[in-house]
């Protein structure tokens, strides 16, 4: 499976709501898709899993919606230290567990 | 604490071999599935490898099959990726993490391990 995440670098100021999207080559098993962000320098962090389901202790500002081969992770008021790069990831439909080639946020 | 700490990092020749290695405390790491992920200098994330909790389940992206090896030890809480005939573009700092339950999916990782391959 193929993910395509658009758009490739988003322009965005603190405080505005964003949406990103995440488009599968065919539908992701189960909905198993995860949004990771990651700053420069650090290690990956899982803010979605399954579609829809925030990890510990992200914010509730961050959420996710979609199923099939449609996904989006929405931020509702950006905050500064949300600029950073966002993947998905499918986890569902095997033998690979592709991610996405990221959204810049800046 | 959940720890997950990376050993094994260094340089190789292009057609040598290195060995990565996650060691695991803090939760029981035979409950999970595994996966190593790598991301090349100023590049995204690759996923590379996954390993099912019991280790009877191997799935490998196309750029790695054949050459590196996902394995695990559950009763020393390790996690491991045997590396071989290396090529240049495996230059990337690898990743263990991202311990999975079905849909459940665990904000674990290795701290990373950079992997330099030269010709």
């Known amino acids: 499976i193929v993910l395509t995440q658009s758009p490739g670098t988003l322009s965005v100021s603190p405080g505005e709501k964003v949406t990103l999207s995440c488009r599968a080559s065919?539908?992701?098993?189960?909905?198993?898709l995860a949004w990771f962000q990651q700053k420069r320098g650090q290690v990956p962090r899982l803010l979605i899993y399954?579609?829809?389901n925030r990890a510990t202790g992200i914010p509730d500002r961050f959420s996710g919606s979609g199923s099939g081969t449609d996904f989006s992770l929405t931020i509702s008021r950006l905050e500064p230290e949300d600029f950073a790069v966002y993947y998905c990831?499918?986890?569902?439909?095997?033998?690979?567990?592709?991610f996405g080639l990221g959204t810049r946020l800046e | 604490e959940v720890k997950l700490v990376q050993s094994g990092e260094g340089s190789a020749q292009a057609g040598g071999s290195l060995r990565l290695t996650c060691a695991a405390s803090?939760?029981?790491?035979?409950?999970?599935?595994l996966n190593w992920v790598r991301q090349a200098p100023g590049k995204g994330l690759e996923w590379i490898a996954y390993i099912s909790s019991s280790g009877n389940t191997i799935y490998y992206d196309d750029s790695v099959q054949g050459r590196f090896t996902i394995s695990r030890d559950n009763a020393g809480s390790t996690l491991y990726l045997e590396m071989n005939r290396l090529r240049v573009e495996d230059t990337a700092v690898y990743y263990c993490g991202s311990p999975s339950v079905g849909r459940f999916l665990y904000d674990y990782w290795g701290q990373g391990s950079l992997v330099t391959v030269s010709s």
């Open positions: 399954a579609a829809s």
């Open positions: 990831q499918q986890y569902g439909s095997a033998p690979s567990f592709s």
């Open positions: 803090g939760f029981i790491l035979n409950n999970y599935g």
């Open positions: 065919q539908s992701v098993s189960g909905d198993y």
